[in-house]
């Protein structure tokens, strides 16, 4: 099982701010990195998949961009809303067979 | 609609009663997964399948078994449960191996007690 780390484990911010995670994994033998968005009694819902060191990809207000060769990757969420708390996995790929996660960092958005 | 189905979405079972978490996926994917969610850990794999009739272990496979007989279904087996199987199970399915988006099931919650 490869070390994923999130961090942190958890936020909770107001409505409006501007917040940021982190995903930390393996810089040797990467594949992919992904990122899902997990709201309570749903399931896991994909935000960005990223394959190249460098790659910045933008889903509205939310972006993400990745280094391999320092082996992390940011999540940016841009003036957040109540709609946003939701559990945020990171998952590395290495061989493309397996997605291994990291434990999640939990968002609370009060208004 | 593009998704990934499992049944049940919740299930009590005593110990050593054999029972079947059926996943079906209607996207053609060639890829399909287990993964079980426990308090305080990340989602760990159980299985994969990378096309019809090709299954591999995961990271923690034992006690369960899995079938890959049509490219939409993958079942996961538990042949005799016991009670650190109580967990959140999901499954996933993605277009292929490798750097493409998975989409997960629902979610069973299966307890055993």
Same mark, same amino acid.
């Given at each position: 099982?490869? =070390?994923? !780390?999130?961090?942190?484990? #958890?936020?909770?911010?107001? !409505?409006?701010?501007? $917040? ?14 992904? *990122?899902?968005? *997990? !709201?309570?009694?749903?399931?896991? !819902? ?21 280094? $391999?060769?320092?082996?992390? #990757? ?5 003036? #957040? ?13 290495? #061989?493309?067979?397996?997605? =291994? ?11 | 609609?593009?998704?990934?189905? &499992? ?10 009663? +054999? ?5 079906? &996926? ?14 305080? %850990?990340? %989602?760990? &794999? ?10 591999? +272990? /995961? ?39 490798? /750097? ?6 629902? /979610? ?6």
């Amino acid at each position: 099982i490869l =070390n994923v !780390e999130q961090s942190p484990q #958890s936020l909770h911010v107001q !409505e409006g701010d501007s $917040t940021n995670f982190t995903c930390s994994f393996p810089s040797s033998n990467f594949y992919a990195l992904h *990122w899902y968005r *997990w !709201e309570t009694a749903k399931s896991p !819902e994909a935000l960005f998949v990223m394959t190249l060191n460098g790659d910045e990809k933008k889903k509205g207000r939310i972006s993400a961009t990745l280094n $391999t060769k320092e082996g992390y #990757s940011y999540l940016y969420i841009k003036g #957040s809303q109540p709609e946003d708390s939701a559990t945020y996995l990171c998952a590395f790929e290495d #061989s493309g067979y397996a997605l =291994n996660f990291g434990k999640g960092t939990s968002l609370l958005v009060t208004p | 609609e593009a998704q990934v189905t &499992q049944n049940p979405r919740y299930l009590i079972t005593v110990t050593g009663k +054999k029972l079947t978490v059926t996943c079906s &996926q209607n996207m053609n994917h060639e890829y399909m997964s287990w993964y079980r969610q426990d308090p305080g %850990l990340g %989602l760990r &794999q159980i299985y994969y399948s990378m096309n019809v009739e090709v299954t591999d +272990k /995961g990271d923690v496979p034992e006690g369960y078994k899995v079938s890959r007989k049509e490219k939409r279904n993958f079942p996961l087996i538990l042949e005799s449960p016991s009670p650190n199987q109580t967990s959140l199970y999901f499954c996933a399915s993605s277009l292929q191996t490798g /750097g493409t988006e998975a989409f997960f099931g629902q /979610g069973t919650r299966l307890t055993v007690v």
